[in-house]
């Protein structure tokens, strides 16, 4: 190279090889720690079948994709809820999570985790959705915006009536 | 090589070259995709594309930028930098491929237009954690873009080397933006320290070969050149210099190549005219000083490219005096003849001149 784009060439590499590094580094250094969202009881892990188990019907929530929606819940006192989510194929939410809300908004809604994909999923149920009426939202965290609620109503371990679709 | 428009000028080593990178890229994809499909929980085959054509277009991005720096500290690395330009467009379409699909998995579905969601959907400026990465993207995309469709002889004979070689020194810019892409992006979720790691050793690499190259460089810009009477400046001597080879040196601010040929001394400019290669590093073929390149070739004693071409070098007043040679640091116009200093084993000084 000619003397004046060498030059222009070291400038370019200088100024860079600090520039790179610092937003390198910085951009590590501000990452959130990952929401734990792996709160689920040990029984519920392996062998769910072996409790109370409630299978509430299919509904289509997300633009003609049925999601299966079951609960399964301990026998026996402490008792935990877990709501098991089954998408019959790719629900394509940007960035979807699920809370579980005693009313259709986010206000006082318990955020139960990440739902991406077909994969089935299983959260556990936050103890104040026993016995009361409450909504499972479906939230898409980049378009923010709610894409499916449904309503989820838990007597005591057991899961009553068939979810009703937004 | 003129000014019009040619097509570009396919040779077998050029489409082995281009087959070879075409079917690592195909192979690499392939395999990516194949490993995580493996996994117990893969992703979707859309979401393992874009990881992928992003990996591919990185990791391609950091081979074109250590080509540079390693064929300045080695020659057996000049083989790559023969068809660098092939591997930067490769890195562009990847690039490319890995925003469609981004924007159709991600902007598609709503209701804004895709092109400007990706611009505009997240506002959070005030947050580096929450950072707009995908517009450094589009930046870098439109960098690479611009360098691709730049890359035929065609733009370089029409905006000249200095300007062309200008703007594809934005690569460096367009990396800076990658880099700032990917860890305000994917690395501000990813849990697994792999992809950290290989992008901090890649990042080491790259900066580490840039700054061996110009610690070398540098030392024959600082050499510092004595005085030889009349104006001349003292190079180096005659033995200094291998047959058929070339002595660089900083001459007046801008370095000259001193070729050694069938008992002769040329002085010229060390820059060729095609891409700013250093002619200093070639040699004389079939009469000609050849850059080591691309192959460009001016005759060592005019500047000038042999027939039908028509690049042009500067040409530097030479003679040897006491077995040392001495270069006139005020150039001749390109391709002005200037008699070649001839030189003997007993050191007897003759005069070269433009005739």
């Known amino acids: 190279m000619i003397a004046s784009l060498r030059r222009r060439h070291f400038r370019i590499v200088s100024t860079l090889a600090v520039v790179i590094p610092v937003v390198f580094v910085a951009g590590l250094a501000v990452r959130s720690e990952p929401v734990e969202t792996d709160n689920l009881p040990t029984a519920f892990r392996d062998t769910p079948d072996t409790l109370n188990i409630t299978v509430l019907d299919t509904i289509e929530v997300v633009k003609g994709i049925s999601i299966g929606v079951r609960v399964s819940a301990d026998a026996l006192p402490p008792q935990h809820a877990v709501l098991e989510l089954t998408p019959e194929r790719d629900l394509r939410l940007a960035n979807g999570v699920a809370y579980w809300s005693p009313g259709r908004g986010l206000d006082d809604a318990f955020f139960l985790g990440s739902l991406q994909g077909s994969r089935t999923v299983r959260f556990q149920l936050p103890s104040v959705s026993l016995g009361q009426e409450g909504f499972i939202i479906l939230y898409s965290v980049a378009r923010r915006e709610v894409v499916a609620a449904f309503s989820l109503t838990l007597s005591g371990a057991m899961a009553e009536g068939a979810p009703r679709g937004s | ?355």
């Not at chain 2, 237009?113 to 506002?123: A, D, E, I, K």
Request: with cysteine; charged share 15%; proline share 7%.
């Open chain 2, 1 to 355: 090589m003129g000014h019009n428009y040619g097509a570009v000028g396919w040779n077998r080593q050029k489409k082995v070259y281009d087959t070879v990178v075409a079917s690592g890229v195909v192979l690499y994809v392939a395999t990516f995709v194949g490993i995580n499909l493996t996994l117990s929980d893969p992703p979707t085959i859309e979401t393992l594309l874009i990881r992928a054509f992003a990996t591919a277009a990185l990791l391609l991005l950091h081979v074109v930028l250590c080509i540079g720096p390693l064929a300045r500290l080695d020659s057996r690395f000049l083989p790559l930098l023969y068809n660098r330009r092939h591997l930067g467009v490769m890195t562009f379409l990847l690039g490319l491929a890995h925003g469609v699909f981004a924007i159709v998995q991600f902007h598609v579905p709503g209701n804004v237009n895709p092109f400007v969601s990706v611009l505009v959907s997240n506002t959070r400026l005030d947050s580096l954690s929450q950072f707009p990465f995908q517009p450094l993207g589009v930046a870098a995309l439109a960098i690479l873009f611009l360098m691709a469709a730049t890359s035929h002889d065609f733009w370089l004979a029409n905006l000249t080397a200095p300007v062309w070689k200008a703007l594809h020194m934005m690569v460096y810019v367009a990396y800076a933006l990658l880099i700032a892409h990917v860890t305000l992006g994917v690395l501000q979720a990813e849990t697994n320290p792999f992809l950290t790691i290989i992008m901090g050793i890649g990042l080491v690499v790259v900066l580490t070969l840039h700054i061996l190259a110009a610690t070398k460089e540098r030392a024959v810009d600082q050499m510092a050149l004595a005085a030889g009477g009349e104006g001349f400046v003292d190079v180096c001597a005659v033995g200094d210099i291998p047959e058929k080879r070339a002595r660089v040196a900083n001459v007046g601010g801008e370095r000259v190549a001193v070729f050694r040929y069938d008992g002769k001394i040329s002085c010229v400019s060390n820059v060729c005219q095609h891409q700013n290669g250093p002619l200093g590093e070639g040699k004389i073929v079939d009469g000609y000083i050849t850059c080591p390149w691309h192959g460009y070739q001016y005759c060592p004693d005019t500047g000038a490219s042999p027939e039908p071409f028509t690049e042009r070098i500067p040409t530097f007043q030479v003679t040897v005096r006491n077995g040392r040679v001495l270069v006139d640091p005020q150039p001749n116009p390109p391709g002005t003849p200037v008699r070649p200093a001839t030189f003997d084993s007993d050191h007897a000084s003759q005069l070269g001149e433009s005739p």
